[in-house]
């Protein structure tokens, strides 16, 4: 039954007076909260009090309701109008909505304010009960929770599958990741994943798990390696991306009691989506009882998903409030006034004109605009500006910093020296941030991105350019965000959900009570995805591949061993490849029936039947199509016949990948030669010597600055000349190179080769060979081969720090106890290490600082 407030509310909206009070003190308080307007006579100032009062009135009514969108139209009044009023009744009143919706961040923020007030003590005592009701007790602190994350706190421990979708700022994983400690100290045997699809959300969540579990690590494992614990704990948490999820699977029968998913709307994303969902199927189909719970930022169609890994029931808690008011403003440069910019509030019913503002500088050169825009309008707070690419990131940084004045502080000075000593020299990024910009993309190594992240945390950097690395995930949000495009690359389109996404970093909670999305040129954009909130449409990457590329699909299937398919689509052959592995199981027909696709009963069995015969013909060992299902099983196929007439003739021992120390150059040449001859059809005898080179010394544990001159080696050589070169360039491509190619694509390959291996050599009864086959695909995913470097690694440690401490710690082979007891042992600044590095040994409590860390 509909309540009188909602009655009353729906009554309120149809006032025309309520949007224009609403839209006139949204304007005036964005436009105080921006900067003073020089040419602003929208209203006069003797019509906010009046305006003021009717809004307050109308939010405390929206407040008693249950509507989202009532109560986002409750905070939106409350906090505007703290901006436009220092009367402390409006404030009194403001803080009594924030209370009665739970937005206790925001009641927080609003008491610190520099307008001191005192409440009555009605208000006092009813705040303070509302805060009361909401606050739990979490790793030992009183923690105030906001109405969702109460009600998503309360759902977790009934052990149901739950799917939580709500805004950036909304605080979701920060409720599932306290449950999930809470089960990881009192249940006597407790075994999680945490699954995050990038390595940067993967740090940041280990990090707080680590930082939370400390003190039960002795019976508490957190890994993001995928192997099982050797010291045997009862408690297991694993943070992996996907791939190392599908790792861990194939070389384990682990089960888990609980599977969280962050960033659920991955499971769309081609290629990674299938094997997301592959994984996820795995995990259900080990231990049927097992806890899932899903997180995504705004999202719908969880119960497909859910259906389409074995799940039959999920219970959805979904908002669209956010704690923090983020407004979307759109800022146009005036072309008859060169130094003036017109605002306009951006909201789904209409825009607002805010104001004008005349800058100290010109906004008519396109080239330049976004950077000039942030530097105008981003002098309050930290800044976010979203750069297309890697290099587009580079190229906005450099004309934000010579506008801003270089810094000399420590933070700034260290992390210069940082980037120097361990990226390169003349990287133009250690230059940057003495002016206090960064920029900051996807294939960083994660040492110098979380260094990054840590000093825009710490507001020693104040515009971070940033990439779509920012869409998922990281916690790094900031007071403003600028925008120009909705494009990706040189031709991309953006999701409009992820855009979204992104749009969501503006606003600090516990910082800040609003965050500005400013939209440059708007008006001019081909499509305009932030007009009308998108949330993400969860598909799954399988059904959309076999769908819409049903052709590829099949030609694929119907393909022979010397078939050339380099040309098909990469996310059909992938499907194609998930097909054969179900199909090898005898499982396919079961598998279809969990997905909704708009295909006839003909066109199905028409596929189910191609991937079966194909299967009998290729006849791979099923385990290693399982695992497998990724790479080229036309490939596989190949490659395994090569394998038994080399073993058959006797040359078993030089198929062998051999440990990366030693004189085994030309051992790996050969090892990627037959990837790449037989995997993938290629002969390029110089791309497997740059695949040697690079990746022995990867796997050495070798310094970037090692690697990048090594690129930097093999492109003059291949030019012939020792001309400067573009140390920038060299840097992204190395990084590229390290995370594409040897992390991800090789990764993958190199597995394949090593399970076609051990399976070729056991059918001949050579089981002292097949056991000596290094795990180089490991060492390529980790960066370290050595045991004492993947036992840093397993502590939590960067690939930069765990590749330096190897190279001290005076024992080779050390358990993970003995790693961590020398670590506790030893002085950190004895170590002589960069602040960067010694800072992170001592944040993750490995190592006690005695005294001032030297620059």
């Known amino acids: 039954m509909t309540s009188f407030a909602e009655q009353l509310s729906s009554k309120i909206l149809t006032n025309d007076q309520f949007w224009n009070d609403l839209d006139f003190v949204s304007a005036r308080g964005l436009m105080s909260e921006i900067r003073e307007s020089a040419d602003d006579s929208s209203a006069e100032v003797d019509d906010l009090p009046d305006a003021t009062e009717r809004l307050m009135y109308s939010a405390s009514v929206f407040a008693q309701t249950d509507s989202d969108n009532h109560r986002s139209l409750a905070q939106r009044i409350a906090l505007y109008s703290t901006l436009v009023s220092h009367n402390p009744l409006v404030l009194e009143a403001s803080t009594r909505i924030l209370a009665s919706i739970g937005n206790f961040p925001g009641v927080k923020q609003l008491e610190r304010r520099p307008e001191r007030f005192r409440p009555s003590l009605t208000t006092l005592l009813t705040n303070c009960l509302l805060r009361a009701i909401n606050t739990e007790e979490i790793g030992g602190t009183p923690v105030p929770l906001t109405d969702f994350q109460r009600g998503?706190?309360?759902?977790?421990?009934?052990?149901?599958?739950?799917?939580?979708?709500?805004?950036?700022?909304?605080?979701?994983?920060?409720?599932?990741?306290?449950?999930?400690?809470?089960?990881?100290?009192?249940?006597?045997?407790?075994?999680?994943?945490?699954?995050?699809?990038?390595?940067?959300?993967?740090a940041e969540v280990n990090e707080k798990l680590n930082s939370r579990l400390a003190h039960v690590s002795d019976k508490v494992r957190v890994s993001t390696i995928p192997t099982l614990d050797s010291e045997d704990r009862p408690g297991q948490v694993f943070v992996l991306t996907q791939e190392r999820l599908m790792v861990l699977l194939s070389v384990t029968s682990i089960r888990f009691d609980m599977v969280v998913v962050d960033e659920a709307q991955s499971i769309g994303d081609d290629i990674r989506g299938m094997i997301l969902q592959d994984c996820l199927e795995q995990c259900r189909a080990r231990n049927s009882v097992a806890q899932f719970v899903f997180l995504a930022p705004g999202a719908t169609g969880f119960e497909t998903l859910g259906n389409s890994i074995g799940i039959?029931?999920?219970?959805?808690r979904k908002t669209g409030l956010s704690p923090v008011l983020q407004n979307r403003i759109i800022v146009t440069p005036d072309a008859a006034n060169p130094t003036h910019l017109q605002l306009k509030l951006l909201n789904a019913r209409q825009?607002?004109?805010?104001?004008?503002?005349?800058?100290?500088?010109?906004?008519?050169?396109?080239?330049?605009?976004?950077?000039?825009?942030?530097?105008?309008?981003?002098?309050?707070?930290?800044?976010?500006?979203?750069?297309?690419?890697?290099?587009?990131?580079?190229?906005?940084?450099?004309?934000?910093?010579?506008?801003?004045?270089?810094?000399?502080?420590?933070?700034?000075?260290?992390?210069?020296?940082?980037?120097?000593?361990?990226?390169?020299?003349?990287?133009?990024?250690?230059?940057?941030?003495?002016?206090?910009?960064?920029?900051?993309?996807?294939?960083?190594?994660?040492?110098?991105?979380e260094a990054i992240e840590s000093a825009f945390k710490n507001d020693d950097i104040k515009y971070l350019v940033c990439t779509t690395t920012l869409f998922q995930g990281i916690n790094l949000p900031a007071r403003n965000v600028f925008i120009d495009t909705p494009t990706r690359g040189r031709d991309g389109k953006l999701d409009a959900a992820a855009l979204w996404n992104f749009a969501g970093r503006a606003g600090r909670l516990h910082h800040d009570i609003v965050g500005n999305v400013f939209l440059v040129n708007y008006d001019k954009w081909t499509d305009k995805p932030l007009s009308t909130s998108q949330p993400f449409n969860l598909r799954s990457a399988f059904g959309v591949a076999v769908t819409e590329k049903y052709a590829d699909v099949l030609e694929v299937l119907e393909s022979r061993?010397?078939?050339?398919?380099?040309?098909?689509?990469?996310?059909?052959?992938?499907?194609?490849?998930?097909?054969?592995?179900?199909?090898?199981?005898g499982s396919l027909s079961n598998f279809f029936d969990r997905f909704e696709m708009p295909l006839d009963s003909a066109a199905r069995e028409v596929l189910i039947g191609a991937a079966e015969q194909t299967v009998k013909e290729l006849n791979l060992p099923t385990e290693v199509l399982e695992s497998n299902w990724t790479v080229n099983p036309f490939g596989q196929a190949r490659l395994l016949a090569r394998f038994r007439k080399l073993i058959a003739e006797g040359r078993a021992q030089e198929l062998l990948p051999p440990h990366p120390s030693g004189d085994v150059f030309e051992s790996y040449v050969q090892v990627f030669a037959r990837i790449n001859k037989y995997i993938l059809g290629l002969s390029f005898s110089g791309f497997n010597k740059k695949l040697a080179t690079i990746g022995l010394a990867w796997m050495r544990g070798a310094p970037l600055p090692v690697l990048i001159g090594k690129s930097i080696e093999l492109a003059q050589t291949k030019k012939k000349t020792n001309r400067e070169v573009n140390v920038d360039t060299h840097v992204r491509s190395t990084f590229?190179?390290?995370?594409?190619?040897?992390?991800?694509?090789?990764?993958?390959?190199?597995?394949?080769?090593?399970?076609?291996?051990?399976?070729?050599?056991?059918?001949?009864?050579?089981?002292?060979?097949?056991?000596?086959?290094?795990?180089?695909?490991?060492?390529?995913?980790?960066?370290?081969?050595?045991?004492?470097?993947?036992?840093?690694?397993?502590?939590?440690?960067?690939?930069?720090?765990?590749?330096?401490?190897?190279?001290?710690?005076?024992?080779?082979?050390?358990?993970?106890?003995?790693?961590?007891?020398?670590?506790?042992?030893?002085?950190?600044?004895?170590?002589?290490?960069?602040?960067?590095?010694?800072?992170?040994?001592?944040?993750?409590?490995?190592?006690?600082?005695?005294?001032?860390?030297?620059?």
């Open 312 to 316: 039959e029931e999920i219970s959805v």
């Open 152 to 202: 998503v706190w309360e759902l977790l421990p009934t052990g149901r599958n739950v799917a939580v979708s709500a805004p950036t700022s909304a605080g979701k994983s920060f409720v599932v990741l306290a449950q999930l400690c809470e089960r990881a100290e009192k249940e006597p045997s407790f075994c999680c994943v945490y699954v995050a699809p990038t390595r940067a959300l993967l």
């Open 736 to 855: 590229e190179f390290v995370e594409d190619k040897l992390r991800f694509e090789y990764v993958q390959l190199g597995k394949a080769y090593v399970d076609l291996l051990r399976f070729a050599l056991r059918e001949q009864q050579l089981e002292v060979e097949a056991n000596s086959i290094f795990d180089f695909p490991l060492a390529l995913e980790l960066g370290v081969s050595s045991v004492a470097g993947q036992a840093f690694i397993e502590l939590g440690l960067s690939r930069v720090t765990a590749s330096l401490l190897q190279d001290l710690i005076p024992d080779s082979n050390p358990t993970l106890a003995r790693a961590k007891s020398w670590l506790a042992s030893i002085r950190v600044e004895d170590l002589k290490l960069s602040k960067i590095i010694a800072q992170e040994l001592v944040q993750k409590g490995l190592v006690a600082a005695t005294i001032e860390l030297d620059t």
């Open 561 to 585: 061993v010397n078939s050339d398919i380099s040309k098909i689509p990469a996310d059909a052959k992938a499907a194609a490849g998930l097909m054969m592995s179900r199909a090898a199981k």
């Open 351 to 449: 825009t607002v004109e805010i104001g004008r503002v005349i800058g100290s500088r010109g906004f008519l050169n396109e080239k330049t605009l976004l950077a000039a825009v942030a530097l105008e309008l981003g002098s309050k707070g930290a800044s976010l500006v979203y750069g297309t690419g890697p290099s587009q990131t580079e190229k906005i940084a450099l004309q934000l910093a010579t506008d801003m004045p270089r810094k000399q502080t420590p933070a700034l000075l260290d992390l210069s020296k940082f980037i120097k000593d361990h990226v390169h020299p003349k990287y133009s990024l250690a230059e940057r941030v003495l002016h206090g910009i960064a920029f900051h993309y996807g294939k960083m190594p994660s040492l110098l991105r």
